[in-house]
């Protein structure tokens, strides 16, 4: 089936710093794929629709200069969380739509710690 | 926001015995998917059931969804240890896999 690479798949940073999230799509195209933040036992929560070649769309109440969204080929896409603050430690996880409308393929996830 | 609710939230049971879970949304939708995420790790995609369908198989999985009760249903035969995890619903009701999912049911199967 369709793969879809996260990297890293965990990160510690100090506060105030950058991290960068990569989604990859690893044997097909994705003109679109999604980021979602998922907090310990909570669901998940999409933040983001990544377009190739254009702008981001976030969901309300996602600050797009905190969350960089970059999607600068059909088979990567970037997160960057800027100046990361404790609250922002969580789990990110990225998916793409399949292909032939076989339903979305999520990355392994990043679980990003903030101290 | 999230479209729905899982039932139960968490679920206990035996190796070899049936699993359940109950998934609820609110808005109408194109299809509806479920995945497994193990402690920590990524979503594994289980089965997609569109609007239209009523019951699908895969392996051991069968999905059910009434969409005049805006519900749908995995059960899970034959259990094992293995298929300790949570289990999401997540519905695609604005098109191209953007996804709003359930709250999720955690199963653990002992052995």
């Known amino acids: 089936g369709a793969v879809v690479s996260q990297h890293p798949s965990w990160v510690i940073c100090k506060s105030g710093t950058s991290v960068k999230i990569e989604c990859r799509s690893l044997?097909?195209?994705?003109?679109?794929m999604f980021w979602y933040r998922q907090f310990p036992k909570q669901s998940l929560m999409l933040m983001a629709t990544?377009?190739?070649?254009?702008?981001?769309?976030?969901e309300q109440g996602v600050e797009k200069d905190k969350f960089l969204i970059n999607h600068a080929s059909l088979t990567l896409s970037t997160l960057t969380v800027t100046s990361a603050h404790p609250e922002d430690s969580s789990f990110y996880i990225c998916?793409?739509?399949?292909?032939?409308?076989?339903?979305?393929?999520f990355g392994q996830g990043t679980r990003l710690t903030v101290v | 926001s999230q479209q729905g609710e899982e039932d139960p939230q968490a679920l206990s049971i035996q190796e070899g015995e049936n699993a359940t879970m109950n998934c609820s949304y609110k808005t109408s939708i194109n299809n509806l998917q479920w995945y497994r995420q193990n402690s920590g790790r990524g979503l594994v995609h289980l089965i997609l059931?569109?609007?239209?369908?009523r019951e699908k198989h895969s392996g051991r999985l069968r999905v059910t969804l009434d969409t005049s009760k805006k519900s749908s249903s995995l059960l899970i035969t034959a259990s094992r240890a293995a298929d300790t995890a949570s289990y999401f619903c997540a519905t695609d009701s604005r098109g191209y896999s953007t996804l709003t999912f359930g709250k999720g049911t955690m199963l653990l199967v002992s052995p």
């Open positions: 059931i569109r609007s239209n369908e």
């Open positions: 990544s377009n190739e070649g254009s702008k981001a769309t976030y």
């Open positions: 998916s793409a739509p399949g292909p032939n409308s076989s339903g979305a393929f």
């Open positions: 044997d097909f195209q994705a003109t679109t």
